[in-house]
């Protein structure tokens, strides 16, 4: 009765309800879109400006990079059935260090040396994809075995000291830019039109699932809220690149990380193996009945954390521009926390690229912006842990509520 | 004075979009077993999960009456405290505990300070094992006995806790008969002895036997309450009550066009996956041909499934022998997937751990047997999919709110549903269709045979399981008896009834013994 009164109330009412049902859906992804923005915004205050100065947003991405490509990797693994991979952070260590003794002790090439290093990545994986999946040891056992492995073969091979410095070549992927295509001072030409190329794939992309979305007649968002969304997220990318293009331009790693979040969206979400990888962690049996070849999933979702640790390994060494011992510790539980905050489930089938990459910018924004406050490293490392208690607590929680209603 | 037990006065129950009950009443008497009937998605299972304090008070309109208190249950504890025990079709025991830890589980016997009574769990639980007539050690652990036993421990469990009201959900529905009727006898010694029951059952035969109240719910609405010996019950009068209408066969006809052999197996011996001494399929020999429902029927733990699953590429087993051939073709088949590549299909008989991915969609469900059929190069063609998920969805009827629901929140002849719409997109010649009933409802059961018979009609050779013998009297053109892993006897369809079935396995039985 109410609504026959006004009826754009009413209407208004009734799009409510249906924004409402499609927002639960995909709750998590947002609130974490929005604690992401929630917690730039506060730091942006605390830290007078500093936190988004260009300088500093290039600085983000050099500081986070390589624990967004492990967090990528990490997902796949996390979705086979909340298996996790406790070597990466050694195996970065031990490809660093023998990246590092390739050029520095053996005069290999700077490019060769790399694609030997990301060849062993791949092996390590197969190392520990076989035993996952064809011995059947537990994914936890088996990649804490090779967390004390590869520690101890990365000390092993640096006899105990450090390795620096590494050529310029080396360090280009972690701390280079891409060359600029006009030389106009003060500003990157290229990072502008990179930022306009994305707005325009952006919005061609999402005009594309909105009209399929439309054919079929799944609900979709009301228009002026897609919209809204859409000038939005076209702001943020432009002011993103802008920021870049007033600093040095595009970093490598941005291109680096920006290329595997697509290529791994792409393939998780649209190809047979993706759906394979979900299917596999959504119920492993009726995956194997369906005629999914489950043991070569599992192995080659291990090969590929190898091929991303190797990656992520030669990118933080070259970022440090040397190779040490102790270099990788620790970054298997960040990539684990990225994933987890992000949306993925423990017990494997849910969870997106996406999702990751906002947990690990989540910890990086948080890291970063507490340095610059003042915060110590000791208590930084208190709030993430609790950040991520935070995130699943949440998840948890919203999850039986949407059951028990 | 109040003579119901239990009386559940207008309860109406809404979820999201779907009135589950409209207000519904439900009395019982007691000492009575009362059998609720009615179609998946009629409603029982709410009601009775109102009742046992799943849904709290205050989620539900109407009143709870026991004993003439209305009661408020805020949750499961408060229920059982009333005398009140549900037990679910998916059993709430550890596997890896004895009976006795089972049986006194969140009811444990407490001595001094606080410590576990030890002494006092196994003298009770001998007692009680006594009671119903379950004869183990109590020290067994719980996976180590069948699921008939299990399902007396459950009741054990219950017993303890004192109740008064049992709430069954299909407490037969995994049972073999002896087990079944074991238990039906258990429920009415129990009735004796002051305790009422309150069971949910698509097993009607089983229902008319032993209930003396049978209310039928459709549709979230009570359509009528008989009462055994003043009203006329027939098993056609409660089907006609579930669906709403009258199904005059229980199973369909087909026209017969039965073709040329298809399927050959010769000399298949199987080896169990646990140890691979115990040969569980021995020198089975089979063949079916096109547009051919061939049944196998046997007691549970006869090695059908077993046997099913070694032919649908190599699914169970550790060790093998014999030939598979496909229109004279031999094959070897090493992976699902192989088999699934030469056109045989398995449907599993466990739908929820093993037919389907429960926390994905129906869309995303349907094509995963034949994700190549769908895509290019490896990329999937989600606009084919979502078409492809609309059409089976319409073709096989599964009711849903759309192609985007959750396979997990649909009910089991829905699910079943989904399972077909999979293997009829991978379009294979052979299925192998493993107890493709159990668990559902009079009407989809209706549906499933229909479809069977579609797909033997368009030339599929299917080879049906089925512990159901009327099902497989039914449905069937031939049908093989299987006993303790092997073929026992083969029978055509027009010689074939429940007793020669039954005497085929008991003279095998007799034949192992001598």
Redesign the interface.
């Known amino acids: 009765m109410k609504y026959e009164k006004s009826g754009l109330i009413g209407g208004l009412g009734i799009q409510g309800d249906r924004v409402a049902?499609l927002l639960r859906g995909n709750l998590r992804q947002y609130v974490m879109i929005i604690a992401l923005a929630v917690v730039i915004i506060l730091f942006q205050i605390l830290t007078n400006g500093i936190l988004l100065r260009p300088l500093n947003i290039s600085n983000l991405i050099a500081q986070n990079g390589y624990i967004l490509i492990l967090a990528t990797g990490m997902l796949l693994c996390i979705l086979t059935g909340g298996n996790i991979d406790l070597s990466v952070g050694s195996v970065a260590g031990f490809i660093g260090a023998i990246s590092a003794v390739f050029i520095l002790n053996m005069d290999m090439p700077v490019y060769v040396a790399i694609l030997i290093s990301l060849l062993i990545g791949v092996l390590i994986g197969c190392w520990h994809g076989f035993w996952i999946a064809y011995v059947g040891v537990p994914a936890f056992i088996a990649t804490l075995a090779g967390m004390l492995l590869f520690r101890g073969l990365t000390l092993v091979i640096l006899q105990g000291t450090s390795l620096a410095p590494l050529p310029a070549e080396y360090n280009f992927l972690a701390a280079g830019f891409v060359t600029d295509i006009a030389n106009i001072p003060g500003i990157n030409l290229l990072a502008i039109l990179f930022g306009l190329l994305a707005s325009v794939l952006f919005v061609w992309g999402e005009l594309n699932a909105r009209a399929?979305k439309r054919?079929?007649k799944?609900d979709v968002i009301p228009k002026g809220m897609f919209i809204a969304k859409i000038l939005f997220i076209i702001l943020v990318i432009n002011a993103f690149t802008y920021a870049l293009a007033l600093h040095r331009g595009i970093p490598m790693v941005l291109v680096i990380v920006t290329a595997l979040v697509l290529i791994y969206t792409f393939v998780t979400t649209?190809?047979?193996?993706g759906?394979?990888i979900?299917?596999y962690g959504?119920?492993p049996?009726?995956?194997?009945?369906?005629?999914?070849?489950t043991k070569k999933v599992l192995f080659w979702v291990y090969v590929n954390m190898g091929f991303l640790a190797a990656l992520a390994g030669i990118i933080f060494t070259g970022r440090l521009n040397s190779a040490t011992p102790k270099s990788g510790t620790g970054f298997e539980l960040d990539a684990i926390a990225a994933c987890f905050i992000g949306g993925a489930s423990t017990t494997g089938?849910?969870g997106t690229i996406v999702g990751a990459i906002v947990g690990g910018l989540l910890m990086g924004v948080l890291n970063n912006g507490m340095s610059i406050v003042g915060v110590s490293i000791d208590w930084q490392q208190a709030i993430k842990g609790f950040v991520l208690l935070a995130a699943v607590a949440f998840d948890v929680y919203s999850n039986s509520k949407s059951k028990s209603? | 004075m109040n003579q119901y037990i239990l009386e559940m006065r207008n309860i109406t129950k809404k979820?999201?979009g779907v009135l589950a009950l409209n207000n519904v009443s439900f009395e019982v008497l007691p000492q009575n077993i009362h059998a609720l009937v009615g179609e998946n998605g009629a409603g029982k299972s709410t009601l009775m999960n109102i009742l046992s304090g799943v849904y709290p008070y205050g989620t539900y309109e109407g009143d709870i009456v026991i004993n003439g208190e209305v009661c408020k249950f805020r949750d499961i504890k408060e229920s059982e405290a009333k005398g009140i025990a549900i037990i679910h079709q998916e059993l709430a025991l550890i596997p890896t505990l004895s009976i006795a830890e089972n049986v006194f589980l969140g009811n444990e016997q407490i001595g001094k300070f606080g410590v576990i009574d030890w002494h006092k769990t196994r003298m009770r639980s001998i007692e009680m094992l006594h009671k119903v007539g379950l004869r183990e050690n109590i020290d067994t652990r719980v996976s180590e006995i069948g699921m008939g036993k299990q399902q007396l421990v459950e009741i054990i469990k219950a017993l303890a806790k004192d109740v008064k009201i049992l709430i069954l959900d299909e407490p037969t529905a995994a049972l073999n008969d002896e087990d079944s009727k074991h238990l039906l006898d258990l429920l009415i010694d129990l009735k004796e002895h002051g305790i009422t029951s309150i069971i949910i059952s698509h097993k009607l035969n089983e229902v008319t036997k032993v209930a003396d109240v049978i209310t039928i719910l459709r549709d979230g609405a009570v359509i009528e309450s008989m009462i055994k010996e003043k009203d006329d019950i027939t098993e056609d009068r409660i089907i006609k009550g579930m669906v709403g209408r009258e199904i005059k066969d229980r199973f369909p006809k087909r026209s017969h066009k039965i073709g040329e052999v298809r399927l050959e197996v010769e000399n298949w011996n199987v080896y169990s996956t646990k140890d691979i001494t115990k040969r569980v399929v021995k020198d089975v020999s089979i063949y079916a041909k096109r547009g051919e429902v061939v049944g196998l029927s046997g007691l549970m733990g006869s090695g059908r499934t077993e046997f099913a699953m070694s032919l649908?590429?190599k699914?169970y087993g550790s060790k093998f022998s014999g030939t598979l051939k496909k229109d004279g073709q031999e094959l070897v088949l090493n992976?699902?997937?192989d088999?699934?590549?030469n056109g045989i299909a398995?449907a599993?008989e466990d739908r929820k751990?093993?037919?389907?991915?429960?926390?994905?969609d129906i869309r995303?469900n349907i094509p995963?047997?034949s994700?190549?059929k769908i895509?290019k190069r490896?990329?999937?063609n989600?606009?084919l999919e979502?078409?492809i998920g609309?059409e089976y969805r319409q073709k096989l009827r599964i009711r849903s709110s759309?192609i985007?629901q959750k396979t997990g929140q649909l009910s089991g002849g829905n699910q079943q549903k989904v399972v077909f719409s999979?293997w009829i997109f991978a379009d294979p010649d052979i299925l192998l269709l493993d107890e493709p009933t159990r668990g559902i409802d009079v009407g989809a059961k209706y549906e499933i045979y229909s479809i069977i018979n579609q797909l033997a009609e368009k030339g599929k050779t299917i080879l049906l399981i089925s512990s159901e013998l009327p099902e497989i009297l039914g449905m069937c053109d031939r049908i093989y008896v299987m006993n303790e892993g092997r073929i026992v006897g083969e029978l055509s369809a027009a010689e074939a009834d429940q007793e020669a079935v039954m005497q085929l396995i008991m003279n095998s039985a007799k034949e192992v013994l001598v």
């Open positions: 049902t399929s054919k079929y799944f649209k190809t047979i193996p759906r394979h979900y299917a959504g119920n049996k009726a995956a194997k009945l369906s005629g999914v070849k089938g849910v209603i | 979820f999201p649908f590429g699914s992976h699902e997937s088999a699934i590549k398995y599993t751990s093993a037919g389907l991915i429960l926390i994905d995303r995963l047997a994700l190549d895509s490896s990329v999937i989600e606009n979502i078409k609309e759309s985007l999979k």
